[in-house]
């Protein structure tokens, strides 16, 4: 009979910059069970709305995660237009689509680096980040920031972008792009990567669902949802086709993120080419009174934003689940009947954000 | 200063930090700032660090962690503090499970401001850590402690 | 496509044959939130089905207690673990239940009373 152990998996651990902690269940050298166990780096920041008005608390949410930061502020600043019923002018919102898709771009690339490193292929990870490096310079030269930008606010953004940054911006795209080809070959073609991610950790459609899984990891196994077709900032007036793959293992969801990093070259590239002259915000008056549940699609897929005020300065309650949150029953799922060895790397293929589910 | 008078190892702890400082500190080791050059490398291993860099505020789950690493690093040991978190808690200063600083643990000798942390400050601490590290040696030795800061 | 999202509120006896209705209709479990309000709790839970959403709003006192959904939706325990560790509502049946110690803090229910 085999023999059952319990190993314990982080919290500090060699693939995770940040910590968390699973309770393996071994049969030998095969996983049948594991127990998350998060909590680390918890600050409670939720609670800082009742500390922070609801125009200051944009600088809060988008130090949730410094990774997802663009997206957090985005989503925070759209739930609260949405309960005050405030329109925004729509060159904020084409900017707001551009330095989203740059961020979605820099995360995909953070996780492409990861993944390599996690087998242990040091040169496409040294590769990955050398690319990801010409997208934080053109954050740099549009927001001021490489990592935390404070561009949304409430009403629309803080700063414009001029022509000179809107060409610089597709002049990066076009270079990453052509660079981009020959590293996306080697993740998608290259033996040693296929003998790692093909087969390991699957998925099913009707399961993924079952456990709300989101975003690149609902997407690998079959599912077209992509909240991006909800229509929130300038996405209506975009080309939005959910990218897919059937086989819900691990190859799959590496396959999904490569292609959605061209997929967002070709929306900033359509984002320039469509932005409006105009103003970038409105001037907001009056306090939020009401509830709102907000969706928008983060790197890491759909994170779920609630907001509700009522019209004093202070929110009563911001809520923010994050797309790592839906993540972990599925994650944990595929653990199941894996090998030891492969555990690092379908903790990695969800591409976890721990600052961000513990907030 | 001029010369480089070891090739120091990194230690890196997130002590609950939104990850900002940390991708910047990773950013520091790949291609474009490259610290690997100065003989510079990081270790997961506190046995064998000569500088911690710390990011984030302390909670009251991480304390005893950083408490540990710091105690298991060897003489002379210095400790840098990246991000305005972990110098002074920063935007979480006042979340119910923030503590403060790194200082209100362990003893902190280089603070990098900045949110996040540019890697280009980053590794100005770092080689400022440097001299400490070298001031801290001479000390080291002067009291007694051998050349590898082993006690005697 | 327009931006759906719909809160029902609900009654605490149509409750579980709400969820189990979403389940057996294939909707995914989309987020749990709790809120503190006076005297008790607004618990929502957020299902999705293709681009809809729905809230099932549940009003709870402050010492009643309801019932876990992971029997229906076994990934719903982190949420449900956060809302009865963070806002101290009293959840029972949990599977797995952390019993207050998901988080890892000092604070008993932090997010109960508003400051």
New interface residues.
Partial sequence: MAKRSIVPFGPQHPVLPEPVHLDLVLEDETVVGAVPSIGYIHRGLEKLVEKRDFKQYVYIAERVCGICSCGHGLGYCESVEQVMGIEVPDRAKFLRVIWMEMSRVHSHLLWLGLLADAMGFESLFMESWRLREKILDMFDETTGGRIIHSVNCVGGVQKDMDSTMLNGILEAVKDLEKEMRPVADTFLEDYTVQSRLKGVGVLSRERAIELGAVGPMLRASGEEYDARLLGYAAYPNLTVEPVTSKDGDSYARCEVRIKELFQSFDLIREAIGKIPEGDISVPVKGNPSGEFFMRIEQPRGEAVYYVKGSGKKFLERFRLRTPTTSNIPPMVETLKGCQLADVPLLILTIDPCVSCTER | MNKVSKSPWLLH????????????V??CL???YDIERFGIINT?DPFQADILLIT??V????ES?VKQIYSQMPEPKVVVAVGICACTGG??K?????RGGIDTVIPVDVYVPG??A?PESIIDGVVKALEILDEKQAEHKKNGGGAHGISK | MAYQSEIKETAMADFFPAVVKMKTDQWRLVQICAVSVEGGYEMSYSFCKDYEMVTLRLNVAEEEEIASITQIYPCAFLQENEAAQLFGVKIVNIRPDYRDRLYRIDETAPFKTKE
């Fill in positions: 702890y997130d002590a609950s930090s939104c990850n900002g400082c940390d991708i910047e990773l950013d790949t291609p474009k997961g984030g505020g909670n009251s789950q991480t962690v935007v979480f006042e979340c119910y499970n923030i949110c996040a540019r």
